[in-house]
């Protein structure tokens, strides 16, 4: 199991880049790290994934590190409406672990 | 509209009951899964089904059952030997269990049992 490491909460100015970090030093060759946001009281959302090379698409960009033991999460112009909790996952074959993920907040 | 649903999306039972929680999909998914999260808390994993008539344990499997009759449809049923059932529940699916599929999510039954 590759296990992740996120901190457990981060502020960020509404407008500006928040940038969030994971750490997942166990990582196998074809696991995948996903990114998943949960706004209170709801399902988490999908938000991006990615396998070794950096990604983007209308919510966020991520950023894989060459050996793979982290990533960072951008989004790229934060709203209050992106005040979430969010997860990093490295994905399983069959199954998916969410650990307690970093609580973004983003303040006026 | 292809979704998942859950239903209810609130849920009050006595204690010593067992309950179902109901999780339907229509977006044609072959994975389905149940995760429980307490306050303050990550999602913990109950139950995943890779195809129809298929299951395996999670983390949490104690106290909880669940079938995969149809490929829609996954139900969870809390029992009474559930030690602390009172949590949020959410239901989710994935296109496959190949790990190039994101998982979608349900909006979630949050059970409370007195």
């Known amino acids: 199991d590759a296990k992740t490491t996120q901190p457990p909460s981060m502020d960020c100015a509404e407008g500006r880049a928040a940038n969030l970090p994971c750490n997942h030093s166990t990582i196998s060759g074809n696991e995948y790290v996903y990114w998943y946001r949960q706004i209170h009281s709801q399902g988490p959302q999908y938000i991006i994934h990615g396998l070794k090379n950096n990604e983007t698409n209308e919510m966020a960009s991520l950023i894989i590190t060459e050996d793979r033991k982290s990533s960072t999460l951008i989004l790229p112009h934060a709203t209050l409406r992106d005040t979430a909790v969010y997860y990093c996952?490295?994905?399983?074959?069959?199954?998916?672990?969410f650990g307690a993920g970093t609580r973004l907040t983003v303040k006026p | 509209d292809g979704g998942i649903t859950q239903s209810p999306k609130y849920l009050f039972r006595k204690e010593g009951q067992n309950v179902t929680l109901s999780c339907e999909q229509n977006?044609?998914?072959?994975?389905m899964y149940w995760y429980r999260q307490d306050p303050g808390q990550g999602l913990r994993l109950i139950y995943y089904s890779q195809i129809v008539n298929d299951f395996q344990k999670g983390d949490i499997a104690e106290g909880y059952s669940v079938s995969r009759e149809k490929k829609e449809s996954f139900p969870l049923t809390v029992t009474s030997a559930q030690k602390n059932p009172t949590a949020f529940y959410l239901c989710?699916?994935?296109?496959?269990?190949?790990?190039?599929?994101?998982?979608?999510f349900g909006p979630g039954t949050r059970l409370t049992v007195t």
């Open positions: 996952i490295v994905q399983r074959w069959s199954d998916m672990r």
């Open positions: 989710a699916s994935r296109q496959s269990y190949s790990f190039t599929y994101e998982q979608y």
């Open positions: 977006l044609n998914h072959d994975a």
